[in-house]
Structures are given as structure tokens and as C-alpha cells.
């Protein structure tokens, strides 16, 4: 059944379209702006909910043993530069403090720790998570989460979380009802998929509800660094536009870098006058704003809830093991090589 509301698009409602910044055309052509895509609308209704947000992600790609246990060493830091928190190897959980917390709508908190010293930074590298340890006085295991910082990795002295809380989520749901002061054990860094300048000519990144974090995490250190000239293009679907986390962080790399970073958004339950996609992210609509599989060096990241994974490129079968590529990628002419799950 719930296979069955994913990928329930057949009926097209009435398109929507939505103006992105471009890059400025010849002088002659009087415009700056122009229409990327027309959106195919897709099915409306309950099954928006169980394809971003139902099944919690937090349970769905929990880490391995051995990932938990071989957490590369970082270089021991130099005289000259900043101490790095998170050193993996054998050292360890180390626990922080919540320093404060902000509420970002119904569901969702900003949580921020302390670093253990004002100058510390964080020690992830592009692309990395940590691990949260948390275990309460009637479990007989601990509950392990990984999450990506939404902070910049050389902010010192702190380290941010976007964080929805999920029903029965053990994590979340303990991380909501913390109160500034408390601790909260934490490891790393995990990394995930490594990023150097200019790696990819092109990234498209699609995300449902909290799999923004790892795709933000991507795009900022792209556009921070000025060497590095990809282009990327996010499809991030919600439920609601109240759903769509980290929008000004998102909007403010869209309107500095309108070249090169592209942004459609899709909503499940759309508000009136909402000039987005409506609907599921369709075929027809990554075919029309994705880089074309065919081009030589590009590269598309996927993470979000398991019903857009079984969607859009099936499912990894663990943190070590991508597994086989299926779905709307596949159909579009995507190779396994060209596809990576968070």
C-alpha cells in the first residue's frame, strides 16, 4: 500500500511554474531572468506524507558497527591553526553542552553545542556526519543517530543541528526535550562522500525533508571555496512550505550565485499562490532540470526519507554499501557510478 502511494503520479494536475535567477543574457535580450522548467504536477493528498516524512529517517540508514568503530584520524593540528574537536580515530565520544536551542516550526529545533574551547572548530571534512549517543535509564542499549551539521565547518567554538523530531523516535524525541546546559555525547567524524574543488562539473542534488542537511553541507563548501566553479542543482520536496528547512540559508546561495545554483522546490500541500512544484519529485521533472546522464562528469545525490529513496534511486543497502540503482534515475539513463545515497 505504501509503495503504491510513493509512486501514485499517473494524473497530472495543472502545471506550475516558477521563475530562478540566471545568469544576466546579451544586452540585447532585455531580460535577466527566465523560466527553468515547467513542473508536471503530481498526485496531491495523504501520500505526500508517507513519501517525505512518514518513516522516520533517523531509523532508516542507522551506522554500522564497524563505521561507528573506524572513524579515520585526522592530522594532529599545527601550532597555527585550530584545534579540531572531532579527531576520529580511537578517540572516541566526547560529550558537549547545548548551549541553546531555537525553534524553527511545529517539528523542528536548531540545536546548538559547544565545542569544548572557544576556538575549537568542528573537524568534519566535505562530506561527513557525527554519531549522538544517547541512552535513558529504561533502555538496555543506547539509541545511535548520525546527523550533518548544518554550521560551517570553520565556525569555532560551536557546532549546529536542523533536527525534526519523529514519533517513537528515540533520538529526536530526546534531543527536543533537552534544555540548554545539558550534554550529549557525540563522535566523528563519519565521512560520507569526499569533495575536493571541481570534482564534479555538475552536481544535482534531491532531497525530502531533513536529507536537505548533508545536500546544504555540499553546496555551501562548493560555494565558499572560489575555486571551485560547479554547478549544482537542488530538487528538494516537503510537505508544507513550513516543511522547507534551511529556505533563507538556500535562497541566499541562489540569489549570490544565480550562474551556478539552481533551486526547485515541490510541496506536497501547497498554500494558495504558491508558485512552486506541486506534488511528488516526478520523472518529467528531473528529466527537464537535471544534467543530462550523457554529459561526461556528472555526479547526483540523493537522501531523504525511504519512500523517495525507493522512488528516485532505491535504497543503500548499508552505510558501506550503496546498493543497486533503481527507480526514476535508472530509468532516465543514470549509471550506478553516477548516483551516490547519503
Known sequence: MLERQVLRSAQPLKQSVRRYATPPGPASSGSNTAIY???????????????????????????????????????????????????????????????????INH?????????????????????????????GPDMEKPVIRPYTPTSDEDDKGYIDFVIKKYPNGPMSEHLHGMKEGQRLDFKGPIPKYPWEANKHDHIALIAGGTGITPMYQLARAIF?????????????????????????????????????????????????????????????????????PKEKNVKVFVCGPPGLYKAISGAKKSPADQGELTGILKDLGYSQEQVYKF
Open 37 to 103: 522548467a515547467t513542473v508536471t504536477a503530481a498526485a496531491l493528498g495523504s501520500g505526500g506524507y508517507y513519501y517525505y516524512q512518514r518513516t522516520r529517517p533517523e531509523s532508516y540508514a542507522p551506522p554500522s558497527t564497524a563505521e561507528q568503530e573506524t572513524v579515520p584520524s585526522n592530522p594532529s593540528a599545527s601550532a597555527s591553526a585550530p584545534q579540531k574537536a572531532f579527531q576520529g580515530g580511537d578517540q572516541g565520544f566526547i560529550d558537549l553542552k547545548l548551549e541553546s536551542v531555537e525553534e
Open 107 to 135: 517539528n523542528t529545533k536548531k540545536f546548538r553545542f559547544a565545542l569544548p574551547n572557544a576556538d575549537d572548530v568542528s573537524g568534519l571534512q566535505i562530506a561527513s556526519a557525527l554519531l549522538t549517543k544517547y541512552k
Open 224 to 292: 565558499k571555496t572560489p575555486a571551485d566553479k560547479t554547478t549544482v542543482t537542488l530538487v528538494f520536496g516537503n510537505i508544507s512550505e513550513a516543511d522547507i528547512l534551511l529556505k533563507r540559508e538556500l535562497e541566499d546561495l541562489e540569489n549570490t550565485y544565480p550562474p551556478r545554483f539552481r533551486a526547485f522546490y515541490l510541496l506536497d500541500k501547497p498554500p494558495e499562490g504558491w508558485s512552486g512544484g506541486k506534488g511528488f519529485i516526478a520523472k518529467d521533472l528531473l528529466k527537464t532540470v537535471l544534467p543530462e
